[in-house]
């Protein structure tokens, strides 16, 4: 399913995705995002990929830890398949330009768009006196991202289909105050049957890289034994494999285990279902982990090579964000004219 409105045709195709290096990758960013980004760039698309290390520091992040998350998820780029010689790879912080277009978006957007956002409203709770003020303004920033290559399409996961949303509103009120038809109406790509990989203990919650508890969430650097683990101690209910997809209703731990199966095989949650009618989760969880292992083990071994590798992680980065500063400079100096800033 591709969502959202009309691109307008005076804007070339092009793809903007990111990650947080807020903690080690897990299985929802490789299924819900990094997989796709890999089909995008092997299909030919125009693409650029982005460590947002900005966005990371709107919770606390130790320095040391923010380093190497930085050029962990750098490494599972590379090693899922991203190629930092056909599409830009690099990191939020090395391209100036995005917190200064952040910073325009931040005068563009209004109050009441952020006081809607519901990862704003999970994230902060009940302390949303406390959070920082980055945590609030995060989706103007990321329209920033996005808008600063005037990419017309984003891959991502279910989760962050909002903020989406609210960069088309950023750019529509933009394009409208200053009368210009300068940024395109970007659309969010959410497709498969992996958009919102569950939390494997809490069938109501995403699994996140900051979720309090390891046997939550599968981890792409896990040795096999854990991901084993992970998926046994995973909750589910007595039923195992309905006989057909609505048997699924209502079973949302179920639904994640038929769904993640689903997505890494690059089958339809109903084949999977088919398939293995009838089996219990004495069958299908072993089965689903030994499926992950296989996947997620060469990918695994080739992040642990990157990241021994520090010098050649930091100048894909660096090279990356040059390239990067190529199509965002003038884009930032046009936004400038437009706004009246005098240079
Ligand atoms: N569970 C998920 N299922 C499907 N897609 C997911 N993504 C993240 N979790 C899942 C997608 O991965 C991309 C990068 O997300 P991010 O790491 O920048 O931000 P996030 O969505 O806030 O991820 P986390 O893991 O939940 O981070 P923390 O715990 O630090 O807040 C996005 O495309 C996202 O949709």
Known sequence: MSEGGQTSPAFTPRIFSGIKPSGGLTLGNYLGAIKKFVAAQDAGKDSIFCVVDLHAITVWQDPKDLQVATREVAAGYIASGIDPTKSILFNQSQVPEHAELGWIFNCVARVGWMNRMTQFKDKAGNNAEKVSLGLYA??????????????????????????????RDIAAKFNHDYKVDFFPMTEPVIEGPAVRVMNLRDGSKKMSKSGESDMERINMLDDADKIAKKFKKAKTDPDGIPESIEGL???????????????????SAEAVVAEYAGAGWGKFKPTLADLAVDKLAPISEEMRRLMDDTAEIDKILRLGAERARDIASPILKKTYEIVGLVR
């Open 138 to 167: 995060y989706p103007s920033l990321m329209a920033a991202d996005i808008l600063l290559y005037h990419a017309t399409h984003v891959p991502v996961g279910d989760d962050q289909k909002q903020h989406v949303e609210l960069t």
């Open 249 to 267: 209703d209502g079973r949302p731990e179920a639904r994640n285990l038929v769904n993640i199966y689903a997505a890494l095989s690059d089958q």
